[in-house]
């Protein structure tokens, strides 16, 4: 029952709710745009009416009087004499009516174009802020090109749609009930005639939107899936070099690349297939028209001057109903597009909303405290197992472990990444799961396993965890991490950019302008996953004195292979297969039988080999 309930709530609204509910707060917008619509709709349709009027009452005195309508607009002009003696006078008001219909158009499009900007800006803003707060194990999931895809590609289609379609089921309606009334005025037979068509033709466009929205749906879901491989490519393109995978990734871009062209076509011959009929359904209706009420002016049914404003006023109509079908289809396209945005705003944040998020008041010491966690990215999996460690302030852990052992997870799970299955993860005697995320988060400086640089400045990457921070400041923690001498030998020094992911530096120095990042926040506790393993050993031993230098003052944990970087850690922790195996100090492990033992008569044997 509660999995039905769920289905329904996320189950998509109908598409006019959807719209409208999307347009709120610019309503006020759309209805400046609907007034200025009717304005300049009655303007335009003004323009034939003079013209009939001037054919039927001036040009042809014998149908005078027969149209009262015509009537009231010759003696709006002056009066047929008046009229009959300065043509220019009918001219010139139609001239000024399209002039006027023209600016009230202008504005018209002005006031939708300002609000489906607005709307999609505040879209974009709540989609990027919400894929902001997203758990990892969603975006673990997701294709990155396919969220670029929502972002992008769906919004602007949504854009479209809002600046000029929603405005044109305005124009629509309001021709229908102003334009046709006033042609049922002239001759009711010959509107008739000239309208029969316009359910079919409205009827023929429902049809192809509910046929479009299905296919326009596998056009979007295969263009993210190009653009996935696009980003993909790109991101590893040095991969790809190195390994000379050239032709290999030419291939794996192909088969997307063709499903997307493939796709497309069938859309694309899909609206070929309405657009050819729906053409010959309106010109068949002109063409009817033309028949029917050339006949009936001839056989004296209705004047040349009402046949005149029938046609015209025809062309004005048919447009917008013609419309209507593009209207539709592309209002397929919106709602899908719009269900794919709301696909990611309806996955729930990682802030909880069962429990009261705790901000203690007194700062962080630093203890950290793991009591039997579990946990496991896939149910038949566990990561970590049963683990159980204390950190006490000031010091510092350090983890060690083969690949896969868990290491990275332990870091994950402190900064609540992810939350443990089983068991509890205390920070001074709180449980992680009462504390809000953001401050969590805040008490932690973290150097990644891969670490992260933008494509800034160096300083501005270094002052990302700190942007008050001064360039005295920003110095001192380069100094700390040793870069701060490589960073004055480039030629911009600390205004140098780097690069899309830092690429213009060496492995090393990004871990070390990472580690200065992580520095210069001042956190009560500092996490180290892996990162002095790009760096030489002299900068390393550099790096570990800094570290020294702060023990006691901040809680560090460290994981890292070389066994030189945990030696001065208080505590060791050996992971295997999600496991505590060993618990101790450097010196302890260095003789308790184990693979502490192993790896260090290893390493040990293999530093003495080099430097022989």
Not at 482 to 508: A, D, N, Q
Request: net charge neutral; proline share 3%; charged share 20%.
């Amino acid at each position: 029952m509660d999995n039905e309930q769920t289905a329904q709530s996320r189950a998509p609204s109908p598409a006019h709710r959807q719209i409208w509910q999307l347009i709120e707060g610019n309503r006020w917008r759309y209805a400046l745009a609907a007034i200025t619509l009717f304005l300049a709709t009655s303007f335009e349709f003004l323009v034939p009416l003079i013209g009939s009027a001037t054919i039927d009452h001036v040009l042809d005195s014998d149908s005078a009087g027969v149209n009262p309508l015509l009537d009231r607009i010759i003696q709006m002009l002056g009066g047929a004499e008046q009229v009959s003696l300065n043509l220019w006078i009918p001219a010139i008001a139609m001239l000024l009516f399209s002039i006027i219909g023209g600016v009230f158009n202008h504005f018209q499009k002005r006031f939708a174009a300002t609000a489906s900007d607005g709307i999609c800006k505040q879209l974009k803003d709540r989609l990027y802020n919400h894929i902001q707060r997203l758990p990892n194990r969603y975006i673990d999931q997701v294709e990155t090109g396919d969220l670029v895809q929502r972002c992008t590609s769906d919004i602007e289609t949504m854009r479209i749609f809002l600046a000029a379609h929603v405005v044109e089921i305005g124009r629509s309606l309001i021709l229908v009930v102003t334009v046709i009334p006033v042609m049922l005025v002239m001759n009711a037979t010959l509107t008739l005639v000239s309208t029969f068509l316009i359910p079919v033709i409205v009827l023929f466009g429902y049809y192809y939107f509910k046929r479009v929205k299905s296919i326009f749906k596998e056009v979007d879901e295969s263009e993210g899936k190009l653009t996935a491989v696009v980003q993909e490519n790109i991101t590893g393109i040095r991969v790809v070099r190195a390994f000379g995978r050239h032709d290999y990734e030419i291939e794996k871009f192909s088969k997307p690349n063709q499903e997307y062209r493939d796709t497309n076509i069938r859309l694309i011959r899909l609206m070929a297939n309405f657009w050819a009929p729906s053409d010959l359904l309106n010109l068949a209706q002109i063409g009817f028209a033309l028949v029917v009420g050339s006949y009936m002016a001839a056989v004296g049914l209705t004047t040349i001057g009402t046949l005149f404003a029938f046609l015209t006023l025809l062309n004005i109509v048919l447009w917008p109903v013609r419309m209507i079908g593009r209207i539709l289809t592309d209002l397929g396209k919106t709602v899908v597009a719009l269900n794919r945005i709301n696909e990611i705003l309806a996955e729930p944040k990682e802030t909880l909303h069962d429990k009261i998020q705790l901000r203690p008041e007194q700062p962080i010491s630093g203890r950290i405290e793991f009591r039997d966690v579990s946990f496991a990215h896939a149910e038949d999996k566990q990561t970590v197992e049963n683990i159980s460690f204390t950190v006490e302030p000031g010091e510092t852990l350090a983890i060690l472990g083969a690949s896969g052992a868990g290491k990275t997870t332990l870091m994950n799970l402190l900064l609540r990444f992810y939350d443990c299955n089983q068991g509890s993860i205390l920070l001074d005697g709180m449980d992680l799961k009462d504390l809000d995320r953001s401050f969590i988060r805040q008490q932690f400086g973290v150097v990644l396993q891969e670490p992260f640089l933008y494509s800034r400045s160096i300083a501005e990457n270094i002052r990302f965890g700190a942007y008050s921070a001064s360039q005295q400041q920003i110095e001192s923690a380069a100094k700390a991490a040793s870069i701060h001498e490589t960073i004055l030998g480039f030629s911009e020094g600390y205004k140098t950019e780097i690069g899309e992911r830092g690429v213009t530096l060496s492995g090393g120095q990004r871990q070390r302008v990472a580690v200065s990042r992580a520095l210069l926040s001042n956190p009560p506790v500092l996490l180290l996953d892996d990162a002095l393993s790009a760096v030489d050993n002299e900068t390393e031993k550099r790096i570990i004195e800094t570290l020294e230098s702060r023990r006691g003052k901040v809680t560090t944990l460290i994981v890292a292979h070389r066994l030189s970087t945990l030696a001065h850690a208080d505590t060791i922790i050996v992971l295997e297969k999600g496991r505590i195996i060993q618990q101790g100090t450097h010196d302890t492990l260095t003789k308790e039988e184990g693979l502490y033992q192993r790896l260090w008569a290893i390493q040990t044997e293999l530093q003495t080999k080099l430097t022989a």
